[in-house]
Structure formats: C-alpha cells, structure tokens
C-alpha cells in the first residue's frame, strides 16, 4: 500500500530478533510487528508486515531449509510462538507451551520442521509445526539468554544462559545433557555454529583455564566448532566433541572510538557473534560502541582481527550492535545485515567490509512531520525518542538519506518549522516546553529560547513579528510563534533567543479592548502572505486576526472541542478565493473548512461571528490530528485522524478522493509531497512513518467505525494490563475531582487513555436516577497491615452491600485462638540482665551492696547504669540511672523503635532533644507536638513546620493546614490545600478567615474551575465562576457540553450578567441546532429574548414558511406540534404572505426602518457558501431562506435591485445543487405569474442601473430555462402550434429568446476554455513527472520533454508549456472585456439551452429565427463535445 516506510526500531537486548532468508528477505521485529524488506546492493525495499502478536516480539527466525523459505517464526512476550506465510503474511500455526516470558528463538537449519525456543525460567521446548507436537526440557534451572541449533544435526541445541554457563543438549534424549561449557563469567549473548562440521581447523590443545562436564555421552562423534559471545568481553571457541574451549578472543580497545574504556561500559554492552556461511576461519563480533569485527582464526600474532567500515567516511553504527545475519546473493555478492542501539539497519558487504545502505528506523511516536519550503524534498520528523530527522526523501542515489539530530533535545519532539526563506534553519518544540532552532546543514548544537513553556509545544509558525519586536531597530522579516499546553502563545527573536519571549495575548488584550479572560490557545497558524493569524482555542472556537496589530476580525464557532489542527490553503492557486480557505481540525471528527476573503479584503468594524462553514468535511470517526493542503491542485486537502486512516479531499465538491490504511495505529501529522502531486506522507503511533500514492487506493472514504472500535478495544486492553501492572490500592471513601490529574504534554491529541475520575455531568445524571455508573471494581481494605479482598454481595435494594471475604474470617478465628502478644518493653538491655544465671544475679546483688556501702576502688571497676553493669543504674544514682537511660535510647534508635527512645529523653527532661530526634526520624505524633511549648516558642514553631512536612509525606493535607492555622499562616494553608488539589477545603477555608475582596479567593475559584471543566463537570466550573465574578468564563464553559439545555442555560446566565455578545452567539446556536431538528417553536422561542437577533428570527420564520411549502415533494418531515400556526401551506403570494407575517408577528412594517435596518446589516453578515450536488434538501433550503429573507429586507428599504438579486442568488443555488424539482417550486412560488412577476418587479428598477437590469434578465432567463425543460419533456403532447394552423412564434421568441445570449455564452465559452487549458497544463506536468521518474528508476539522464500521446494524436504539435500560458493569458485579456455585471450575475449555461431547443425542434418544430440563432451560437462557442451532441443538428441545416 506503500511507497516507502521509515519502520520502527527493531527490538533492543534480544539474541535473535532478526533474520535473513537465502532469496534476501530480511525481516525483524520492532514493537509487536514483524517487517520485512527485501536487501539489495543499493537500498532495502519493504515489502509487508506481519501483524498478530500483542506484545513485543522477543525472537525472529526463518527456515533455511530449501524450498521453504516463505515460512518463518517468531516469538513475543504475550507467550506465543508463531509460524507464518511471509507471501500471504498469515499465520499457519502456533503455540503456548511457555509458562513464563520467552528469551531465545531458532528454526532448526537441519530440521524443517523443528522450531526451539527457550525462556527465562529455564525451559526449553522444541515444537514440531508439521503435527503441532511439543516437547519440553529442562537442563538448567537458570534464565536463558541465547540459544542457537547445530545446522549439521537436528538433534543438538546449544543453550547459553544469564549466569555464563553453556549448554549443549540432544532433544532425542530426555533430560540429557551432553555438555555444560565453563568459562564465561557473565551473560552469554549470542551463540552460533562452525558452518563447516568437524574440528580440524584448529590444535587440539583445549585452552587453559576452560571446564567442561559430559552427560552420558562421551560427546558428539564429529563434533562442530562452537563461537559464543559473552557480557565478560570475549568470545570464546568450544570443541563441542571434547566439550571443551579451545580458543579465546579479547575484545581490542579501539582508540577510534576513545582514549580508554568506561567502567560503566560494561552495563551497557551487547556482545554478538556470527559465523558467515562458507567463512569456517572467520568469525563476526560486535565490539564496545557499536563497531564490527571480523576475527581470522588462522591468523597468529596479536591482530587476528579487521574493523568493518574502517574506511575514511565510512559509515558505522555509533552505539552497541544486537543482531547480525548474513546472506549470498548470487555467486560474487555477500551480505551482512545488522541492527543497533542507535535505531539503524546497515548492509555491509562483506567482500569490501564496507557499509552498503542504512535504513533509518524510528523509536517512538511520529508527533509532526515538515517540507522544508526551501530545501525541496527535505522531511524533518520530530520523533517520540528524543530526536529529530532529516530525510532527503528526492535523494536519487541513497532514497533513505537521512540524518539524526539529538543535542539539545532531551524530551520527545512534538512541534516541528521550517524557516520559510532561510535554508536549513529548523525550529523544534519539545515535550518538555522546550523552543530551539536547528541549523541542520551545520555542526552547531542548536539554540534553545531563554522562554520555556509549563506544558508540552503543540505548534510551532514563522510568521511576521507583531508588537512589541523585542526593542530592535531593524526587526528580522520573521519571528517564531509557539503554542503549548498551557493555552499561551509567545513570540520569540530568532536572532537572539537568549532574549525573553513575549506574550501576544497581551497585544490582543490591547488592541481589541478585552477585559474577559482569553480562551486557552491549542493551536496557530499564519496565512502564508501575512496579513492574518489564525488561532485555535480549547473551547473549540477559531479567532482571526488582522497583522500586525492583531486586530480580531471574526470568530469561527463551527467546533465545540479543543481545536487540533489549522491549516490556511496555499498562495499559488490558480482561483485567487481558494487561498483564502482555512482547514480546521477539532475532536468532533469533523474537519471544516470557512472561505474568509470577504472579512479579509474587507474588515469589517466589529468582530464578526461567523456559525456556518463554507465546506464540511464528514467521515472521519475520531479526533482530527493533521491536515495540509495540496500545493499542487486547488482546494485538495489530506487530513489525518485517530481511526488510523489518511482521507484526501476534493473540498470545492465536498467530495472524498481516498482513503489510506496502511498504518496499525492512529495517525497523529500529515504532509502532501511538494514535488509529486500524487504522493502523501503520514506518521502515526505506530513509530513509523509511510509515503502512498493518491491514485493507488482502493478506498475512497474512512472505514465506518469498524477499524475505530478495533482501536478502542486494543486501547482499552493496553490500558487495564498497564494498570494491573502498577498495582496500585485504592483506599476507601469517595474518590475526590481535585484529586486526578493529566501528565504535562497529554491534554491535547496525543493522550492514548484520559485519566479521569469522580463524576462527570452524565454520571451525576445517572446518579440522579438512583443508578450507578462506577464499574464493579474490586476494593481493597486495610487491615491489621495486610491487604484483603472485598468482595460484592447480592443486591439489596439497588446498592451492593460489601461482605469480608472468607480470607479474612479465618484470619480474624486464627488470630482469636492465639494469646495476646506481650508489648516490646522500654528497658530491653537492662531486662535482657535479668536472664542472666542465679549466681551472676547473686553477683550484681554484692555488686550494689558494695557499690552503695563501701567508698573502695569498687567505684573506679565498676560503672553503674553501662556496659555490662547497665541494669545497676536503676538502683543507683540519677547519673547512673542517665547513662542507662542513654544507652537504652541508643539501643532503641539502632534496632529501629524511635518512639521508645524518644520517651526516654522526655523522661530526662530533655524535650527540644526528644523533639528533634522524632522531627530527624519523621516520627511527630499529635502527643508530641502538643509538649512542644514547654521547651520555648522557637522550639514549637519548628516542631510544627517539620510536623506539617511530615503530614504532606504521609498525604494527611487537612491535618497539616489545621497546623499550620495555629501558627497563624493561613495563606500557605490555603496553598497547601490548593497545590493538593482538595479546592472545596481551600475555599472554605479562604472565606472562613480571609477578606471578601483577597485576590486568593479569585485564584482558587478560577483554578478549580479550570480542572473541573477538564473533566467534564461543567456545572461546578460555572459556579466557580460566577463565584470569581467571571460570568464571561462561567457561560463559556455551561456551553462546553453542547446540548441544547446547556446552551440554554448560558446564554441566559450570560444575558443575566450583561455579556450581550456571548449571549447573543449562545441563543443563536442553540437556536440552529433546535432548527436542524425542525423545532421551529422551540427555536423563535431562545431568540425571543434576543431584541438584538431580530434578523435571525426573521430568517427562521421565512425557512419555517419555505419548509412548509416543500415539504411533502422534498420527503421533509415535520412535526405539527414543533411549529407555528401561521406556518400552515396556504394560497396566496408566498411573499406577501411572508411580509404579512413578519408585520402580525414580528412587528416588522414598511415604517420601521431601523429595525429593518438592523436585521438587514446583521444577516448580510452571515456566510452563505456556494453549493454542491452533495448539500442536503435542509441546508440547501436554509440558504435558500436567507436570500429571500434579504431580499424581502431589501424591498422595504426600497432598494429593489439588491432584492432581486438576492432572489436570483437563491434560484442559481438550486440549479448548482442539481434540484431541478425544488427550483421549479421555489421559482412557482417567489414568481407566481412567471415572467410577468419578474417584469412587474423590473418596471420598478431605476433604467441606468445596468447591474439591477442585468439581474433582471438573469432570473427571466432561469424561468425560461425552467419552461423550456418543461416543454422539452411534454414536447409530444404540447405542439409548438395552436390547433387552429396559427403560429406561435413571436410568443417562443420572446419567451426563449432571452436565452440565447451572446454576450453571457461569450464569458461562459472563455471560462470553459481557460479550465480546459488548465487541465491540459496539469497533464503535461504530470508526464512529464513520470517520464523524469522513469528515466531514474532506469538509471538514464534526462531527456528532452517530449508531449503527451493524446495530444500528438489531436495534432496540437506546437502544444508546450509556453503556448499553452499564452493561450491563457489571451482568454484572461477577453474576461477583462466583459463587464463586470455581466460575470458576477448567475445566468443559465446558454451552449445546454441551444442543445434543447435543437432537440425540441427535433421533434415538434421551432421557430426558424430561434433555432438558427441557437445554431449560430454552438457553431461559434460550442466545444468539441458540444458539437459532437449537434452533429446531427447541425448538418440538418446545411
């Protein structure tokens, strides 16, 4: 399905998981995929995946037997091992007969059918996949790291384990070991076989200091030399006949890499070996940082060995080498294929031992992708494993040409900007709030902005500074814009990012006068010429502004979710009203695309809020992540989305193209090739990154949920193992909002599960109706420091009661049955004394005796209260009774009991001592800091501070501010409730003890607000608020939730509090969406309390009346009970109807021309796009609605021309939206008398005005081209004479007449010749495209261009690229000679009304006068089709 695939790393720290077949089918595994790419001398070509494992794969192996090298193996963490199809990429077999996470995989090279693979418990089982039997072994209980089958003899596995021991087993005899090779002392990590059999290679001498133990065999007969790779730095040979080694290889220090070797190297090396097939001298090696080694076993002295790559500029991998396999490709061409820590693929032949290719792979989620606009073919990926690359993807030589960026960059690569005019300078945004620019052309580290960002960098734009420019005198052409996470935009010089950024917010604020709290910002994008910026917001809204003031021209409020995605239509179109389209991607799945040139060319005084897209975009079935347009057609666009699939559009007929699905993840950027126009790039969550063409799909719209539910099902699946992994307990009580978070970066579209807990809006509902919507998860309880179960019991009256599982009862019987344990005592050495013998006692009675009667040298021997007399200081002196007091603290403090030692200082009198031993051990208890006054004020300040960091550890947070309360510190109690997320606490705490008017309340509301809206509790985010007097952001968030009661429910709140604006954008979208649903009551009903919406509920009566006409030919629905009375069909001029209408329940008269003033300026205001043959009969119907009701407005003003040509507008609508029948019914209704109506309307046009008259004639011609179909279809029963033999000419000529004019076919005959042209410039640059690619592939030097078939064959020899611009260039001088009125008024295509009436004349006929006119006029404007369909005609009147 792919063109080219950058794939995912292939798998680190494993033997074998990678392998290549003799036919040069390489394959590894990466993630849980398996890739396979076939190995040429030039580059490698994918070819297809293996998809089935749900794990990571943990062993790759092929069969090598001849004729079978279309099967291969693999192994993965998920316990599986399987056998594929690599032609069908299907699975033919597997199994499961490992217990425990499988280390080691090989397919037997003597055996087809024998399949070994090992684990790290130990196990060994060989499985045979013609009869699918199993058999298991056990030589060692030690963890297997390699293990690697003799290609002489089926029977024999050599295994090599964790702790450097070598096994080598015969599977024709249970539990036999026939070797145990000693001599590694650390890892073994790679084991492969001599190719050649037998062991007269080298002396027969073992080498010093190697052990071996033989099983019940004397050894293999023949034997096979064994190489082996171990953690311990050597590779070592082994007689596998005498079970000895008999060679060791030292890895060399290779100074190329550096001065000496780093002790801490050894953690990280990965030791391979491989033994080439038909080399039996020669054996391959990894070394310590990623070089290879090519060891000759005959060679003596100190080198036997050659460096792979060692040529000056030669390519090497930089870090640790996992996995090597080589392979013949014809007689003279050898070739091996390893993989490396640092995610690179390299062919080396191993004739020249030189680097053939390098396929670059990718170690994390694709996040963004960008052309360079300079640099063309360059692709920079900013990757989810710390780096950047940089594909030259024109690269003729080497198409896999890339280079790796990783200074500087310490996080994953989220945002990614070419600069537009400087070569290789790169901006790149990271997920860690980083801002920097690359000079990928340079060695330099890149620059990093002094500004960081607190979230993750969603975006990146150059686009033209705005105010302040950083205080310079000549500000650069260009600044970097960044939007991150936490929903602010900076602006920071390129030319010294030490400086610090600035917040643009500030200017909008300004400029705009806004005094509300902005919208968190997710999203930006400049318009490639300058003069506008666009921003997307979290709530879904898009802001447009005007450079460089930023002043706000309009609001787009389409999305109701954060907005992802924006992207304006590129410059060099060849309509200039296309380059004014702006894409936008939100999580509602669906991608709108608003036509901005009227706001642009014209900005208007006040923001303008704009509800209605010029294009919607339906399909996708998830989150919209990418979007670009196509910079080679007009209006193309390519989105990507999380349903894992790549949609390309055709957005000027809303129509889709294809749809790509090659991908096994979500796709997260997009980018259309800017050389070939039928080439697209994509980048998802499955590390890799994929070039399709457009013309090779096979499908042409996004799956309908099924791929998408697949995806929900494998993401909940990795979600619930990951949280059995961790483990956590949940304690009990009710789960807190405050207490659930969001890890920085994750907020927008790159979160895979949201964490969210507490109750949302739907589940307060739910709990409302005395149901539950937690899940029956599995409580845990704390008892007695021993985690038990508590399991559900039955129902009872709707609620679960909980029961102590039977664990725990027959703990709590066992524990009854069993005496009271005896507390530790205080004086644990002074009692130990007391154990003593009955004459060491009787001794330490004389002791004291003497001690307290006698004043001998006894005193100087003996010292009461230590050492071994320490019980004697209880029946002495207090000095005695503190040294023992002292010695038993010590005694406590190193056995771990500091409670005890601490009582015993109190007991001295020493509290500040006893104080700061519990606050240094963290054992504060409530007793102790409660005595803390008696040592001094100091002490008891201190006491508590180190009390309350104790109670943040231990997550007592309400306990730590109550202390911190007593010290009279309320506001770092309020923090401290606050940074913990417990904001109910904090509030009350906050009113309870601080002013009304403290800025702190304010904080906290506005914070908690914030988290609350996050999770989907909108209501309390309102509150919150309100309560920070921010009713602005209270009716915001209320509408967050979209429905029609939330909307409700905000414009109110917002009229309550005087947000005119808001209020009045809220009760219009509610009111549109109770209009989609045909509630017509429902609707005027919002607006009624909307003095200011007059225009938009005159604009809901006219649609309410025009459905009402319609409704039974149109297949309409409508409820009698959702609309009004007066909408009732009924006779009469539909107009006048209307208008009295509007006087009886509006109040709208010829008199009030304020009002009628008002309504008229706000409905010009709203967009009303062009249509096409996909709009719906209720959209279409609603636009049709708007240009009767201006017209109408426009007739009371008195300006008749600006309402007939609003009624024109409308009747070309239907006639572009291809419903014949709903204009027919339309035009019956606006025109009740036909012609005469129009005439009627005419005689009240001003005679100069050449535009109203123009107009005139517009609809005249549409009602006559309505009657001439209609003539046309009942031709057989209306003849074009009366019965009485009268002519009936002068009635047809005036009424078809109209038709055939020339001026309008002469500008309709030149606007088809100037897209024909286009067509045929765009074919010829696509031949030429293609003959360019040919001549590469062939490897040829470029030829002359040389013209298309198809127009050698229509003789155009003098066709070319210059002729054909001419030819355009001379229709645009003829445009330039019609006048304007003529070219902005609709009119019926004139070359289809002569085709009809010819046909018509055909069958009953027509006036000779019309009918050579309508001959005339194809002759001279018709095409060549055109003429084709009149042949017939045509020659009729020669």
Not at 789 to 805: A, D, F, H, M, T
Not at 954 to 978: D, G, M
Not at 1303 to 1319: C, D, G, L, N, P
């Amino acid at each position: 399905m792919y063109e080219r695939l950058l794939p995912a790393s292939p798998n680190w720290y494993l033997s074998r998981c990678s392998d290549i077949n003799s036919n040069g089918v390489f394959g590894f595994g990466a993630k849980n995929t398996v890739y396979l790419m076939t190995v040429t001398p030039s580059w490698p070509v994918l070819v297809g995946e293996l998809t089935g494992h749900k794990e990571r794969v943990s062993g790759f192996s092929f069969c090598h037997h001849p004729g079978l090298e279309n099967l291969c193996s693999s192994s993965s963490d998920d316990g599986t091992v399987k056998i594929w199809d690599i032609e069908q990429k299907v699975v033919l077999k597997e199994h499961r007969a490992h217990q425990s996470t499988i280390t080691a995989l090989h397919w037997a090279p003597a055996e087809k059918d024998l399949v070994v693979s090992g684990d790290e418990k130990g196990i060994v089982v060989c499985y045979w996949q013609n009869h699918g039997e199993t058999q298991s072994f056990f030589p060692e209980p030690r963890s297997i790291f390699c293990l690697s089958c003799s290609p002489h003899s089926g029977n024999y596995v050599a295994v090599g384990y964790k702790d450097g021991m070598i096994v080598v087993i015969d599977i024709t005899k249970k539990d036999e070991v026939v070797h145990r090779l000693r001599g590694h002392d650390d890892e073994i990590h790679a084991l492969s076989w001599c190719p050649q059999p037998g062991e007269d290679l080298f002396p027969s001498h073992p080498e010093e200091g190697s052990e071996a133990n033989s099983g019940a065999l004397a050894g293999i007969k023949k034997g096979c030399y064994l190489a082996s790779g171990s953690k311990d730095l050597t590779v070592r040979i082994w007689s596998t006949a005498r079970g000895r080694g008999v060679m060791t290889l030292k890895l060399p220090n290779l100074k190329r890499r550096s001065t000496g070797m780093d002790p801490s190297l050894k953690e990280k090396l990965w030791l391979t070996v491989h033994w080439p097939k038909g080399r039996p001298s020669h054996v391959l090696s990894s070394c310590f940082g990623g070089e290879l080694i090519m060891w000759d076993l005959d060679k003596t002295g100190k080198q036997k060995w050659s460096l792979l790559g060692s040529s000056p500029g030669s390519q090497t991998h930089s870090r640790i080498v996992f996995n090597v396999s080589s392979v013949h490709l014809g007689e003279e061409q050898e070739f091996l294929i390893s993989t490396s820590l640092d995610r690179e693929i390299k062919c080396w032949d191993l004739l020249t031992l030189e680097c053939c290719w390098t396929l670059p792979t990718l170690g994390g989620y694709v996040y963004k992708m960008s052309f360079s606009p300079v640099g063309v073919g360059y692709l920079a990926l900013g990757i989810g494993d710390n780096m950047i690359r940089v594909w030259n993807t024109v690269s003729v030589s080497n198409k896999y040409d890339s280079k790796s960026f990783w200074q500087g960059v310490k996080s994953k690569v989220t945002a990614l900007s070419w600069h537009p005019t400087k070569e290789g300078s790169l901006a790149f945004g990271t997920d860690d709030g980083k801002v920097g620019i690359y000079e990928v052309f340079s060695s330099k580290p890149p620059q990093i902005s002094s500004t960081y960002h607190r979230k993750t960098v969603y975006s990146l734009a150059w686009g033209p500074p705005v105010p302040p420019v950083f205080g310079a005198e000549d500000p650069p052409p260009f600044t970097l814009y960044s939007c991150a996470g936490e929903g602010l935009i900076f602006q920071h010089n390129p030319c010294k990012l030490s400086t610090d950024a600035t917040d643009i917010d500030k200017l909008i604020r300004s400029t705009n006068s806004i005094k509300h709290k902005l919208s968190l910002h997710s999203d930006l994008s400049w318009k490639p010429d300058g003069r506008a910026l666009a921003i997307g917001n979290e709530d879904g809204s898009i802001d447009v502004f005007l450079a460089p003031e930023l002043k706000l021209l309009c609001t787009i409020q389409q999305h109701h979710k954060i907005i992802n995605t924006l992207h304006w239509h590129h410059e060099h179109s060849t309509c200039p009203e296309v380059s004014y389209l702006l894409a936008s991607g939100s999580s509602n799945a669906i991608v709108y695309v608003h036509d901005l040139r009227s706001i642009i060319e014209s900005p208007p005084e006040s923001p303008v809020l704009m509800t209605e897209a010029f294009r919607s975009l339906a399909g996708h079935t998830a989150k919209i992540t990418g979007l670009s347009w196509s910079p080679h057609h007009d209006g193309r666009l390519v989105t990507a989305c999380y349903d894992g699939t790549a949609q390309v559009w055709d957005v000027l007929t809303e129509e889709a193209v294809c749809n790509y699905r090659g991908h096994q993840g979500r796709l997260l950027c997009v980018q259309w090739s800017p050389v070939d126009p039928d080439l697209v790039w994509t980048g998802g969550d499955d590390f890799t990154v994929q070039e399709w063409a457009v013309s090779k799909q096979e499908h042409a719209k996004p799956p309908r949920g099924k791929k998408s539910v697949e995806l929900e099902k494998k993401r909940a699946f990795q979600s619930k193992s990951k949280a059995k992994k961790k483990n956590k307990s949940v304690g009990k009580g009710e789960m807190r909002v405050e207490e659930c978070g969001v890890p920085h970066g994750e907020e927008r579209c790159w979160n895979t599960v949201g964490v969210e807990e507490g109750l949302s809006d739907k589940e307060e509902e739910a709990m409302s109706e005395g149901t539950s919507t937690f899940p029956p998860t599995v409580l845990l309880q704390q008892s007695n420091n021993q985690t038990e179960r508590v399991v559900p019991e039955k129902l009872q009256n709707g609620i679960k009661s909980l029961s102590v599982s039977k664990k725990e009862i027959k703990e709590e019987k066992r524990q009854m049955g069993v005496k009271k344990r005896k507390a530790r005592s205080i004086f644990q050495l002074s009692i130990s004394m007391d154990h003593r013998s009955k004459e060491e006692l009787q001794e330490d009675c004389l002791t004291l005796a003497t001690l307290r009667h006698s004043e001998s040298t006894m005193q100087s021997q003996c010292v009461p209260g230590s050492g071994k007399h320490i019980q004697l200081g209880l029946f002495t002196d207090r000095a005695a009774l503190y040294r023992m007091l002292e010695e038993e603290g010590q005694n406590h403090i190193e056995e771990g009991y500091f409670e005890s030692a601490v009582y015993l200082l109190l007991w001295k009198g020493d509290i500040a001592g006893a104080l700061q031993m519990a606050t240094d051990k963290g054992e504060l208890t409530d007793h102790l800091v409660s005595m803390a006054p008696m040592a001094g004020y100091q002490v008891w300040v201190r006491t508590v501070e180190a009390f309350v960091k104790q109670l943040c550890i231990q997550e007592q947070f309400l306990k730590a501010s109550s202390y911190l309360l007593s010290l009279h510190r309320v506001y770092e109690a309020v923090e401290l409730l606050k940074s913990h997320q417990l904001f109910r606490e904090a509030i009350a705490l906050a009113k309870a003890r601080l002013q009304p008017e403290d800025p702190v309340l304010g904080e906290l509301y506005t914070s908690w607000a914030a988290l609350l809206a996050k999770d989907g509790h909108y209501a309390t985010a309102a509150r919150c608020y309100l309560a920070a007097d921010s009713s602005f952001d209270a009716a915001k968030v209320i509408a967050k939730k979209g429905d029609v009661a939330s909307l409700k429910t905000a414009a109110e709140l917002a009229r309550i509090a005087g947000e005119e604006d808001l209020s009045h954008s809220l009760s219009l979208r509610c009111a549109k969406d109770l209009l989609s649903a045909l509630d017509w009551l429902g609707a005027q009903e919002v607006l009624r309390t909307q003095e200011s919406l007059l225009g938009h509920r005159l604009l809901f009566c006219t649609n309410e009346l025009l459905v009402s006409r319609v409704t039974e030919t149109n297949g309409i629905t409508q409820s009698s009970t959702s609309s009004h009375s007066w909408s009732k069909p009924c006779e009469g001029d539909f107009l006048n109807t209307l208008k009295a209408v509007w006087e009886r329940e509006f109040g709208v008269s010829d008199g009030d021309v304020e009002k009628i003033q008002a309504a008229h300026k706000q409905l010009k205001a709203v967009e009303n796009p062009s249509v096409t043959f996909n709009v719906s009969i209720k959209q279409l119907l609603s636009q049709v609605s708007l240009n009767v009701t201006l017209c109408l407005l426009s007739w009371l003003l008195g300006d008749w021309g600006a309402g007939l040509e609003e009624l024109l507008g409308g009747v070309a609508r239907c006639k572009e939206a291809g419903q014949f029948s709903l204009m027919s019914e339309v035009c019956g209704m606006l025109f009740p008398q036909g012609a005469s109506s129009v005439s009627q309307y005419k005689e009240k046009l001003d005679p100069r005005d050449e535009r109203s008259l123009t107009v005139a004639l517009g609809l005249q011609a549409f009602l006559s081209y309505l009657g001439l179909y209609e003539l046309w279809w009942n031709s057989n029963d209306v003849p074009l004479t009366s019965e009485e033999g009268g002519s009936r000419e002068p009635a047809l000529l005036a009424t078809y007449g109209v038709l055939l004019s020339e001026v309008h076919v002469s500008f309709q005959a030149t606007q088809r010749a100037i897209a024909e042209i286009q067509r045929r410039l765009s074919e010829l640059v696509k031949q030429h495209a293609r003959t360019q690619e040919s001549q590469a592939d062939a490897g040829e030097s470029p030829c002359p261009e040389v013209p298309a078939p198809s127009e050698a064959a229509e003789g155009n020899d003098s066709e070319s690229l210059p002729s054909l611009i001419a030819m355009v260039s001379e229709h645009h001088k003829e445009l330039a000679n019609i006048p304007e009125h003529i070219k902005k008024t609709p009119f019926p295509d004139v070359i289809e009304c002569c085709l009809v009436i010819l046909h018509v004349d055909a069958i009953s006929p027509a006036p000779p006068e019309l009918r050579n006119q309508a001959v005339q006029l194809l002759r001279k404007y018709g095409a060549v089709s055109h003429c084709r369909a009149s042949q017939r005609f045509l020659s009729d009147t020669h």
